[in-house]
């Protein structure tokens, strides 16, 4: 879909033409743009003052070498990331992600990602993202120990309660936040609320762990059912068995569907039972170990190589929840072929634009990551409170809250499509809802 401002289309351009090597980065733009169209040609004035132009670029972009010795005595050298995004609406937020595949066009895009999805929780909280191209896999926890260590002797200098709170993200769990954690605490000599997802007796939340997967699958539930739909009695098929996919599964088979396929990066499961969560969790949240190990210990369950075939499997609803453009054209095709009804992003922007329109395009119910899986970032933002207080609240408390946000969210994205004549279209809703309060606070502040 092309963009339909003659502006916005020479503001795409120059951020192609500035950063050419950035893909990834250059496809969240184009697709936030593309739906703020009608907006910009309503209000005239964001362009005039400069805010279209300064959302596209980080406020700030750090980048900075991570020297570690692994259990050898060998040294090696990582590259470690923190972009603050916008911070117009909070201190920024997002997680770190460490994976190979780390570089500044996807950290850029995570970063610009969280902005919006930020804004659209309701809270104050603005938007960052960072990582490194540190691979935890394989590594011993001595080795991500000393590399955590190295990471926050740099990160530490620029982050801070209430200026820039990390979290984790792929790659990133409990045990690395713990050391990122400690450090930042032996390094300040302060005990705050400085990094989110902490464990439960130095600060931690009750249900972040479960927040991602719980909130898709309370988000996907309204979805659901303006559709005329429901979990109950659904297939469902989730890809990735990491944090988001995991608790996805669980709320998912509690609301009454039957989860039966899930995946790693090597390829997937099919269990016509429906997916076991314990041994999933125990083989790769505790033994951190491949998913084919599902199949060599659960009888009647299938291993496949090849992890984007997983969107063959006939299902009702899809949950992406691995990686960015996991969900292939070819994979949608599949989804629309075999009568799935929904497709709800749990990972950060998993389809490719060309599967997002065919979906769309198909009458598939679709919920865009930014929407979907923004109660991660929402209970972070009530482990801060709760920081911040001094005080915690019961998984009760939270896990309520979390619902009442991702209900709210779900309905203000789909009015904000409604005001602007694309009813049904909650890509262009959450993008648009997420985008004017940050827009309206950067007029406020007449900084552009
Ligand atoms: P984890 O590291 O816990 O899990 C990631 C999962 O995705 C693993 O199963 C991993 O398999 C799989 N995976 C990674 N790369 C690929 C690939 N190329 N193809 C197929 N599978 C792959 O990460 P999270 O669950 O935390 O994050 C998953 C997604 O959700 C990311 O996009 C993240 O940005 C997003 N997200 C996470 C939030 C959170 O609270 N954790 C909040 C909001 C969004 P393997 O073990 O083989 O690597």
Known sequence: MSIQNEYLNGLMERVVKRDPAEPEFHQAVREVLTSLAPVANARPELIREGVMDCLVEPERTIKFRVPWEDDKGNIHVNRGFRVQFNSAIGPYKGGLRFHPSVNESIIKFLGFEQTFKNSLTGLPIGGGKGGSDFDPKGKSDAEVMRFCQSFMNELFKYIGPDTD?????????????????????????????????????????????????????????????????????????????????????????????????????NGYVYDKDGIDLPLIQQIKEIERGRIKEYAQRKAGAEYHEGCVNIWNVPCDIALPCATQNELPLEGAKALIQNGCFAVVEGANMPSTPDAMDALQEAGVLFAPSKAANAGGVAVSALEMSQNSMRFSWTFQEVDDRLKTIMTDLYHNAAQAAERFGMAGNLVAGANIAGFLKVADSMLAYGLV
């Open 165 to 265: 709170v990390p979290a984790g993200d792929i790659g990133v769990g409990a045990r690395e936040i713990g050391y990122l954690f400690g450090q930042y605490k032996r390094l300040s000599n302060e005990f705050t609320g400085v990094l989110t997802g902490k464990g439960l007796t130095y600060g931690g939340s009750l249900a972040r762990k479960e927040a991602t997967g719980y909130g898709l699958c309370y988000l996907a539930d309204c979805l659901l059912k303006d559709g005329g739909k429901g979990f109950e009695g659904s297939t469902v098929v989730i890809s990735g068995s990491g944090n988001v996919a995991i608790y996805a599964c669980e709320k998912a088979t509690q609301l009454g569907g039957k989860v039966v396929a899930m995946s790693d990066s």
